[in-house]
């Protein structure tokens, strides 16, 4: 049998029956409570100390107190093959027929495991083909909008570690995780708000469907109040926008709404807006950016830029934004733009 049966079915919690939001909430914080003091793209500083306050989970259940049925989804998974290629079709079926008590049993243990198998480091390597990691990250795709709500909730998790991978496992689901991530957006918490930005800038959707992400983070870029979201914002809108192309519809408003978010108050936005507009590629961003390169010198030498590296982080990137768009090779002045303008 492969860990899964061996280790994640003897520390599974059961989907008893009509128990399943209250398993849910139970399984997550169980996760969220194995993960805490891990490091991982996204984490913060001091989750050992916060985890000694979070409440303890409710015992798990053992494998030999879970119904027999659904043990057998477990056993059934850590053999493979066929055999679990047709559990998993019948489990499918079953949720087709009005019944989804298996497969959401499933995804929340192949969540369990996926998480489980990340924070040992159980990855696929040249000198390992087992990969428990990927292949439980894959199930967990194969459910598709069933396994949605439950990745989109450790997206807003406070670990770093649930996060990081309930957004790489929603960007392989596609779209049906779009209406959860758009929803995100307005989380009360700025990490929740930017970490959905950050999987909006490439999560793959229907052309039927971009507009609406674009517009979103257009609105996301204006008027959040947290400059993380909002850079996160910019980087998303311009990448979309930039792979759309300029030829496409809206990529004169989407040019334009970057052009205006070169100004935006704080550096690091400003900062992110330059890099789109140098992604985009048209000739008239020349200008704007001359401008903002103008504005910069100037405040440079009256001394009331607030920090030395925001004024040189933006200088090069106007240089390479400019470099980008005319296609120039060679470092040019502030004048000799100028010039040629």
């Excluded at 400059?227 to 989407?254: E, N, S, Y």
Aim: hydrophobic share 45%.
């Amino acid at each position: 049998m492969t860990r899964m049966t061996q280790q994640a079915v003897d520390n599974t919690r059961a989907a008893q029956h009509g128990e399943r939001g209250a398993t849910r909430a139970a399984l997550l914080l169980a996760v969220v409570l194995a993960t805490a003091a891990c490091g991982a793209p996204g984490g913060r500083a001091g989750s050992r100390a916060a985890a000694s306050t979070r409440p303890a989970p409710t015992p798990l259940t053992k494998v030999a107190d879970i119904d027999s049925e659904f043990r057998g989804l477990l056993v059934a998974y850590g053999q493979g093959g066929q055999a679990w290629e047709a559990v998993r079709e019948r489990v499918i079926a079953a949720r087709e027929a009005g019944d989804p008590r298996k497969e959401q049993f499933l995804i929340d243990n192949l969540v369990l495991e996926m998480v489980r198998a990340y924070q040992v480091g159980a990855l696929r390597t040249v000198l390992r083909d087992d990969a428990p990691f990927e292949r439980a990250q894959a199930e967990v795709v194969r459910f598709g909008a069933a396994a949605v709500p439950m990745l989109a909730e450790m997206v807003a998790a406070e670990d770093g570690v649930l996060a990081f991978l309930g957004s790489a496992t929603l960007r392989s689901i596609g779209r049906p995780a779009l209406e959860p991530t758009l929803l995100l957006l307005d989380h009360e918490r700025a990490e929740v708000r930017r970490r959905a930005a950050e999987l909006l800038a490439d999560l793959p959707v229907p052309p039927a469907d971009e507009a609406t992400v674009r517009a979103r983070l257009a609105q996301v870029l204006q008027t959040d109040g947290a400059w993380i979201v909002r850079a996160q914002a910019v980087r998303g809108f311009g990448k979309r926008a930039a792979a759309a192309g300029r030829d496409a519809p809206g990529a004169a408003a989407a040019r334009d709404l970057l052009e205006r978010t070169l100004l935006d108050t704080d550096p690091a936005v400003s900062k992110e807006a330059i890099d789109a507009v140098g992604a985009l590629g048209d000739a008239l961003s020349k200008d704007p950016l001359l401008a903002l390169w103008t504005r910069l010198e100037r405040d440079h030498s009256q001394n009331l830029m607030g920090n030395h590296r925001d004024y040189l982080r933006r200088r090069d990137a106007i240089e390479k934004a400019l470099a980008a768009i005319t296609g120039e090779t060679q470092r040019q002045s502030l004048e000799a733009w100028r010039r040629r303008s």
